[in-house]
């Protein structure tokens, strides 16, 4: 496959773009990442220019060249159960909380729980948590349980939609119970996900940077590296988005690595067991 480099000038042209498109800020440096996750496209297409694949993307009225190249730049890199202590933090201090305070409040004729994996991927984040749901007995029979996971890419959103993994997918963070609880073995060797897990999950594309329409309230949060991404003030903007979408005594988790201390002063940080958690100032 031909490698294809790109000049100064076309990386500055084409990561103002890229910003534009999905607001993932690529620094000076980072052309090699440009390069190997687009020359793909270069090649199949047969440009010899990274300005040619521009007017290309940005005459295509269908944007099919646009969605492809924010699937290739963004890194959808995940896995079940990630980092461990937020689903334990779910497991025994969110959910039992919000059953407690909900079923006081809107229990008829269910118990409502709404959550929003903000950066899902391809659905391992929603899937770890509809399996912790079960295993606590909040059941779509007996709660009404809501899982939105949305992302900016099409190709992650039609992966975790049809919720079917490989077995090395599957081997990061499933244990063997799990495995054989929650999947069914194809004959291809591939996994896929049961209907009564599948069904607790709906998915949709939405990119964080555009207005947060139709999205409605949200008792948990779930924002989780996907911030590294973008320019401070950008992620000050998406962290007032959220606020917006966040009922006032809901919760917000983010990556284990990532901190709110420089974009927002929105929220507080509470410390239950190993695990760091978000809600309103008071
Ligand atoms: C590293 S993954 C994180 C997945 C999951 N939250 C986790 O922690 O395992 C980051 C995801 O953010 C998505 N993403 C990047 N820019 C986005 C944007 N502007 N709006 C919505 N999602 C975006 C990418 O497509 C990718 O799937």
């Known amino acids: 496959m031909p490698k294809v480099t790109v000049t100064p000038e076309e990386f500055k042209i084409f990561s103002k773009y890229i910003l534009d498109i999905s607001g993932i800020a690529l620094d000076v440096g980072k052309e090699y990442l440009l ?11 047969e440009f010899s220019s990274y300005s040619q694949l ?19 730049i963004s890194t959808n890199e995940t896995y079940f159960f990630r980092d461990k202590s937020p689903f334990e933090l779910l497991q025994h201090k969110i959910f039992p909380d919000l059953i407690d305070k ?3 409040t809107n229990a008829i004729p269910k118990t409502t729980i709404r959550l929003w994996s903000a950066a899902n991927s391809t659905g391992q984040e929603i899937y770890s948590i509809a399996m912790t749901l079960i295993e606590m007995g909040i059941t779509p029979d007996k709660y009404n349980v809501r899982l939105y996971g949305t992302d900016i890419s099409d190709a992650a ?4 939609s049809y919720g079917v ?22 004959p291809d060797d591939r ?3 049961r209907d009564n897990v599948r069904m607790m999950a709906q998915f949709k594309k939405m990119n964080l940077m ?12 779930l924002c989780r590296n996907v911030m590294i991404y973008f320019t401070s003030e950008d992620r ?7 606020s917006k979408v966040l009922e006032p005594d809901g919760y917000l988790l983010i990556g284990s690595t990532e901190s709110l201390v420089n974009d927002t002063d929105l929220f507080a940080s509470q410390k239950y067991l190993n695990s760091v958690f978000y809600q309103f100032k008071e």
């Open 35 to 45: 390069e190997t996750r687009l020359n793909p496209i270069l090649n199949r297409l």
């Open 210 to 221: 555009k207005p947060f329409v139709g999205v409605g309230k949200f008792d948990i949060v």
């Open 236 to 242: 000050r903007k998406i962290y007032q988005s959220i």
């Open 157 to 160: 959103i039609a992966y975790a």
């Open 102 to 104: 909900r079923s006081k």
């Open 165 to 186: 993994y490989n077995k090395f997918e599957v081997a990061r963070g499933l244990d063997q119970r799990r495995l054989n609880t929650y999947f069914d073995k194809q």
């Open 191 to 193: 996994y896929k996900i």
């Open 54 to 72: 521009l007017q290309k993307a940005k005459s295509d009225f269908k944007k099919e060249l646009e969605n492809e190249i924010i699937d290739a």
